[in-house]
């Protein structure tokens, strides 16, 4: 197994070494930066200093924060950084959201992406992060995901609002003739306190903008922080308790039609028979069309209102070929427990796992196998796109996680160039790695060309979406571990099979790129956590099941939280030690882990008897850069188990808005206490059983817990939020009910064995 490992992670660094190699022949593209794109949509009296800053002759100062926002208020964050640096406050500042370019690439998205811990700071994996991270400028990707917008924007954001001061101030000592030395700025305004005397930005901006960006860029101290480090009111929230038109399925047009999509059931299968007459006779139904694209086959309706399109789709009568993968759940099961059988690439393995088990006493093994099902992201807002294709020029709205792959995709679709494509990101009613795919978008452009220049919004119904997904995938998991005579685990072997997210991905949005080396995103979660065991292996295997998979929120550590911490209970029971003490054992290592674990504990008032009919069951995982602790408590009630309360403890390195922190670490716990109790897709003759909330319910108001958080900064790198507080909840959750019922659950959703109030 050991070789299998080594072999892998060759594979990978070769990979990596041969990107490196072009990066040095490409070094001049990686030094070049890429054009400012807010020079081409200036107003009059705008001026611009770089891609996130404009300044108009009336003192209107505008930000660009182009990270998506999908309720997670990463755009007051990115706005602050630039603002903090420019030295005005939040409430002088309009923010929007840009222009789709390759300036606001996003290389942080990357940097993680190979095979080393968090916490692996040794040469070899930073040369990886450095080799990565000039990858994603190369690439250029403009994209939102993988917890990564606060890291990739802190440097570069807090630089362009430092720079833009700078030339500000340059502007001003030459108007004023005084030295830039004696001037200060504050509010917009720069002041001269020798004379009195002074200027507002928009007064110079035209200057400014036209002198050379500053050779130093001087950031302010941490000590000098006015905005970065505190709660800011969200620059989002007024427009969208006001029900402001802000959203993709807000977008209206002149003479706009309407439309939706009948997609095949099953996926990537053509239709062998279609019957459209009867759907076209329909009121108000103006053409079908046929859809063909890198998400699959099927029909796009135009019609004069969205309910004419709806009612068309139904009444479309298609037969499907034979899909390529299994057709039932039990089908894809026995697929994954095969694959499971064969090897696997190692993606961590200290010790000689093997030599520590061959002698192992029966009663010090513990074994468990574990298993999580297909999720859908099941986004509030519908997908949905508005398109409009006339003169050989496409304009396209949509609420989504990467502006640039939306152009490219939608040029090659429609096959046009890139320059011809304009794209209008809005806000979006929930994301989570949905809106990172691109099918909503691209039959949008496809059915403009229909429609003779009208403008057309493509809506999918909530059982089309929820039908064609790219799900997380169902996994599964084996698990062995060796206990010491003190009850401490001396061995782990943790092996998990899954369809991969990567080749799915791949399949979609970049379908001439093989996948190169294994799929870590199988073992994340598990592989990369900060626990010191003498002998530990940590391998996974991609399963040959196409149904198409995707990034779901926190990807593979949503599946491995579950896995790992519920085995490292399993453990710490087995061993007859306290869950909270063995991890801090465990973790010892590394004092960031063991504070978090320390202050969750101290929170929830660990170890302190309970009322009889409570329990308490903690969880730890470290993902995206964060290192997050819950504890879930839970109760015994006559309408079933109801989660009380839960705490959680997360180290972010740099917490720069610790309300927005909060609400995301809140957010995270409810999205996977929501999939934990109930949320399953399942398959049967190819297709989604599921169709809406009423089959794919999320957690309710009424049983949402009390929540209590705490933020920490003792880790000297800075980590993701939006994603981290998923992991931990499933495992927290499950752990608690083992503690209340003695049922160890080792299959999600959990209320296929326990009822929940």
Not at 113 to 129: K, N
Not at 612 to 636: C, H, P, Y
Request: charged share 20%.
């Amino acid at each position: 197994m050991a070789s299998v490992g080594k072999i892998a992670r060759r594979t990978f660094l070769i990979g990596a070494a041969a990107v490196a190699g072009g990066v040095a022949v490409g070094y001049y593209y990686y030094r070049k930066p890429f054009p400012n794109p807010l020079e081409a949509e200036l107003g009059k009296g705008e001026a611009t200093f770089n891609p996130y800053v404009k300044i108009g002759a009336d003192n209107t100062i505008t930000i660009v924060a182009p990270r998506a926002e999908m309720g997670q208020g990463i755009s007051t964050t990115l706005a602050v950084m630039v603002a903090e640096e420019l030295d005005v406050g939040l409430d002088r500042v309009k923010v929007e959201h840009g222009p789709a370019s390759h300036a606001y690439y996003n290389a942080a998205i990357l940097e993680e992406g190979g095979p080393f811990a968090f916490f692996d700071e040794s040469m070899t994996a930073q040369a990886v992060r450095s080799g990565l991270g000039v990858v994603g400028k190369l690439l250029a990707l403009q994209g939102t995901g993988g917890s990564a917008s606060t890291r990739d924007g802190f440097d570069k954001m807090r630089q362009a609002g430092a720079a833009a001061r700078q030339m500000l101030i340059a502007a001003a000592a030459q108007k004023l003739g005084v030295a830039a030395a004696d001037l200060e700025t504050a509010d917009g305004s720069i002041l001269h306190k020798a004379s009195g005397k002074s200027l507002t930005y928009g007064a110079v901006a035209a200057a400014a903008a036209a002198m050379a960006p500053p050779a130093e860029v001087r950031l302010k101290d941490r000590a000098d922080w006015k905005l970065l480090g505190k709660p800011q009111k969200r620059i989002d929230m007024l427009a969208k308790v006001t029900g402001a038109p802000i959203f993709g399925i807000d977008v209206r047009l002149p003479d706009m039609l309407c439309g939706t999509v009948k997609m095949s059931p099953r996926f990537w299968s053509r239709p062998v028979k279609a019957d459209l007459s009867k759907a076209e006779k329909m009121p108000g139904v103006i053409k079908i069309v046929a859809l063909e694209t890198n998400y699959g086959h099927g029909f796009g309706i135009i019609a004069d209102n969205t309910w004419a399109a709806f009612k068309a789709a139904e009444a479309i009568d298609a037969q499907w070929s034979d899909p390529e993968y299994p057709l039932s759940s039990a089908a894809i099961s026995d697929v994954l427990k095969q694959t499971l059988g064969t090897k696997g690439s190692v993606m961590r393995d200290n010790g000689d796992v093997d030599t520590a088990f061959a002698d192992a006493p029966r009663e010090r093994i513990v074994e468990a196998d574990y298993a999580v099902p297909y999720l859908a992201h099941a986004t509030m807002e519908p997908m949905n796109a508005t398109a409009q294709f006339r003169d050989g020029a496409l304009d396209i709205w949509c609420g989504n996680q990467a502006p640039t792959l939306v152009r490219q995709l939608c040029a090659n679709a429609v096959g046009i160039e890139q320059d011809k494509i304009t794209v209008h990101t809005t806000f979006m009613g929930g994301g989570f790695g949905r809106r990172v795919e691109m099918d909503y978008a691209l039959c949008a452009a496809l059915m403009a060309k229909e429609t003779g220049g009208r403008p057309i919004k493509v809506t999918w119904t909530r059982e089309e979406d929820m039908r064609h997904d790219a799900y997380r995938p169902a996994a599964i998991g084996k698990f062995q571990a060796r206990l010491g005579d003190d009850g401490m685990p001396v061995a782990v072997d943790m092996k998990m099979a899954s369809p991969s997210v990567i080749a799915g991905t791949l399949r979609r949005l970049f379908p001439s790129i093989s996948p190169l080396g294994p799929d870590k995103t199988i073992v994340d979660g598990a592989y990369d956590q900060p626990y010191t065991i003498p002998n530990y292996r940590v391998s996974g295997v991609a399963a040959p099941v196409s149904i198409p998979v995707g990034s779901w929120r926190s990807v593979g550590s949503s599946v491995n939280g579950f896995f790992h911490e519920g085995f490292m209970d399993e453990i710490a029971v087995a061993g007859k030690i306290d869950p909270v003490e063995m991890r801090k054992r465990l973790m010892a290592a590394y004092p960031s882990a063991v504070k978090v674990v320390e202050k969750v504990a101290e929170m929830a008032k660990w170890g302190e008897a309970l009322p009889a009919g409570r329990a308490k069951g903690m969880a730890f995982t470290l993902s995206f850069g964060s290192w997050v602790g819950e504890i879930v408590q839970v109760a015994d009630t006559p309408a079933g188990i109801r989660i009380e309360k839960v705490w959680i403890a997360a180290d972010v390195g740099t917490a720069l808005d610790p309300g927005i922190i909060e609400a995301q670490l809140i957010s995270a716990a409810i999205y996977g206490l929501s999939a934990a109790m109930g949320q399953e897709i399942t398959f049967a003759d190819g297709m989604v059983e599921q169709s809406n909330f009423h089959d794919f319910d999320a957690m309710r108001i009424f049983q949402c817990p009390v929540f209590e958080v705490a933020i920490l900064e003792n880790f000297h790198k800075m980590g993701g939020v939006g994603e981290v507080g998923t992991p931990p909840a499933a495992p927290a959750l499950a752990n608690a009910i083992f503690a209340l019922t003695g049922k160890r659950i080792r299959t999600l959703p959990l209320s296929k064995t326990v009822a929940f109030a």
